[in-house]
């Protein structure tokens, strides 16, 4: 954690601190007295400016325990697809945000060593992912980040109160250049105390204050859309990799399967060979079967440490362990919705279409504030003084004054109308970048819609298939042992299983690849 001091929280001044200046001879009693009431007053400063640092940092820590509600005035579709798209994310908690240290390197080779293996499920994962990916926590930080542009935006419209023309001065002539007096140690000097409180509140400003305000609150709404955003795509990064595992250990098992296959294979040729009615094309070509496998098998281990590692990288956990999926592959379930259907639900519920809008109406909010930089501004002021004289009984004296003050920049060579020229401009670009968009929206739907259905079909035909060929080399191996079959004939069994098990394999982790894109492209829960 970086921690910077706060500001005036080392102003201090201890009671014991003598206070001497330089140059002044203990003898001169009105001096000294001076000077000791000025060391009073620079404590008292400094006691009130740490006073009001520790208020100004009590009141900051309040309001970041304050829940923030956004008010905003958007229709009833808008509400209930920020509703659902809440619904649908974890829990997002803004306060006490730790990020762990990770400004360290290993230095040795055990410190990066794989020492732990955890099971984890589906489910799981996209728990730790929500709680340490990266991506997650910097959107977090960004609508508390902007939560306090609101406060920042607010403090513009309070009465603004301060200090002014406050301090001790000591005045007197002559001292280098002049007619010098005639009696030594008898030069004019007087020492004075003043201070003054100003208030200023801004009456009318053409609307910039308040634009400032709601272009805040809807920066925060943008905010925490593009959190739930965030979170969808991480959501969908996760499956991915999970599935990518699953799919590397399926692919572990399909190469034993096919090892032992060929392992048999080989023992049958050797024993056909043994009787007479074997011969040693036979056992070579078993053989080069059993080394591809085996070369199949140390592939696929390959890119299951691979898949393990990425899955790994994207829950940001620590380097020393790995997970293997405990969830079997299965098909996840089924999609209730029609084509038609899940395109309007992904139109309300998908935080991308919001976006737009609120970054339209961030800028109709900022073509207000440019507007408003060549309008007349009024402001209601007033201040207070107080003065009094040290080295003499004279009585202390004060003075205020109450007034409007009109200010109005008219003439600034077109900037004001050049900003403004701009926002709208920006509005158009908005505009545009929603139907972009909303196409990519609906296309996404349809392209995991088409592709859930076709692999549906898929998995029935693919099991099918895989029934009939675990048939075939059996069939095969029958008639080669009954000396009436090739060794061909089972290696090509054999090749047709191992592909009609990976087919199956495929054809399920694509069905539920598509179900999840389709979940993700709707904003439904998982």
Known sequence: MLNRPIPGSNLKL????????????????????????????????????????????????????????????????????????????????????????????????????????????????????????????AARLTVERDRQGINLAQASQAVRVGLSNTGITTSGSPLLIGEQPQIPGSTSSSTGINGGITA????????????????????VRFDRLDLVRVEQLVRGQVIAAYYDLQAADSAIKISQASVTDATRSLNDAQLQERAGVGTRFDILTAQVQLGTANQNLTNAQAQQQTARKNLAQILVVDQNTEFTAADPVRELGTWQYSLEDSIILAYKNRPEVEQQLSLRRISQQQEIIAASADSAQVNLVGSYGLGKSISSSTAAQDNYSVGVQ????????????????????????????????????????????????????????????????????????????????????????????????????????NYNRALANLRTATVLPQ
């Open 14 to 137: 201890s009671s014991h601190t003598q206070c001497q200046p330089i140059g002044i001879s203990p003898a001169a009693p009105q001096t000294t007295t001076g000077w000791q009431i000025m060391c009073m007053t620079i404590a008292l400063l400094s006691g009130t400016i740490r006073t009001e640092t520790a208020r100004a940092a009590a009141v900051d820590v309040a309001s970041r325990q304050q829940h923030f509600q956004l008010s905003t005035d958007t229709s009833s579709r808008h509400d209930n697809s920020i509703q659902i798209a809440q619904n649908t994310t974890a829990p997002a908690t803004f306060t006490n945000i730790q990020l762990p240290n990770d400004l360290n390197l290993p230095n040795t080779g055990s410190q990066v060593q794989i020492t732990g293996r955890q099971s984890i499920t589906l489910q799981q994962a996209l728990d730790i992912a929500f709680r340490n990916n990266r991506q997650v926590q």
């Open 200 to 219: 200023n509140y801004t009456i009318l400003d053409a609307g910039r204050n308040q634009s400032s305000v709601r272009a805040a609150e809807e920066q």
């Open 406 to 509: 009109l200010s109005w920049n008219f003439f600034d060579g077109g900037a004001a109308a050049a900003n403004t020229n701009r926002e709208k401009v920006s509005q158009q670009i908005f505009e545009n970048q929603f139907t972009t968009t909303r196409n990519q929206i609906r296309f996404q739907v349809e392209q995991a819609y088409f592709s859930l259905g076709s692999n549906q079909k898929n998995i029935a035909t693919s099991a099918q298939a895989l029934r009939q060929a675990e048939e075939s080399l059996k069939l095969a191996r029958l008639r080669f042992q009954a000396g009436v079959g090739t060794q061909t004939d089972v290696i090509v069994a054999q090749t047709n299983l191992a592909t009609a098990r990976g087919n199956n394999i495929t054809a399920v982790l």
